[in-house]
């Protein structure tokens, strides 16, 4: 049987669904797909796969592609039948869980996907950066909301979960760690956490070799 196959970069939100792999001891391979903004061919191999043209996307023995890192964690806990990242049905934590997979997923990612490139969604170069501010400033005020969230000493309070290495992962991006230090304090300080967790040593080495 082939392995499950994860189409990825170091660093990028292919990050989310490795270390939960590499969490739960599955095999993969890790296919590496290139920087998706400056190599039109990355985005074209990788496009065969997930039209969006997005990471991760996870492809599974039988040729099924998975995309959206909220739908592999879902997916990754039902296989493995385990509860450790995932909050099962009777946990008093799930809807916790599952309102701020989302709320990242869905709102925060999102600032990503429209900032990173401002050029893809603005024709006129001359709006392009206040459009890039603009989407900025909006996701400060969504980590400043996802902060103010987290309980510690994990996001959900005294329960690890696949948030927590959601935080870890995202806090290494914009608005960059300083800012994540004065204003999202509990979020710096799960990342810190989740970075020091033996068990995802190496997915933190391979990512984010710099501190
Ligand atoms: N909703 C997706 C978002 C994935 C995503 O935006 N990944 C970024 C890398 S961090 C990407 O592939 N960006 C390329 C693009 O947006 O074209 C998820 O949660 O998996």
New binding site residues.
């Given amino acids: 049987m082939h392995k499950l196959k994860l189409f990825g970069?170091p660093g990028?939100?292919?990050t989310?669904?490795e270390a939960q792999l590499v969490w739960y001891g599955i095999p993969f391979d890790f296919q590496r797909?290139g920087d998706?903004?400056s190599e039109k061919s990355a985005?074209r191999e990788?496009e065969a796969f997930n039209p969006?043209?997005?990471?991760?996307t996870l492809v599974l023995p039988d040729g099924t592609v998975m995309?959206?890192?909220?739908?592999?964690t879902l997916w990754l806990a039902d296989q493995v039948g385990s509860v450790e990242l995932v909050p099962g049905p009777d946990e008093a934590e799930r809807p916790r869980f599952l309102r701020w997979l989302l709320y990242?997923?869905?709102n925060i990612?999102?600032t990503?996907?429209y900032a990173?490139?401002p050029s893809?969604f603005v024709p006129d170069e001359g709006a392009r950066r206040g459009f890039a501010d603009a989407v900025h400033a909006y996701a400060r005020k969504l980590y400043t909301i996802l902060n103010a969230e987290a309980a510690g000493p994990w996001f959900l309070g005294s329960r690890f979960s696949a948030l927590d290495i959601y935080v870890c992962t995202l806090t290494h991006?914009k608005p960059g760690r300083p800012w994540f230090e004065a204003n999202a304090p509990r979020l710096a300080a799960i990342a810190d956490g989740t970075k020091a967790l033996a068990r995802l040593s190496e997915v933190w080495a391979r990512n984010f070799p710099k501190p």
């Fill in positions: 970069e990028w939100g292919s989310l669904a797909v998706l903004f985005r990788l969006l043209g997005q990471i991760p995309t959206e890192s909220a739908a592999i990242i997923t869905s990612y999102p990503y996907t990173d490139d893809r991006w």
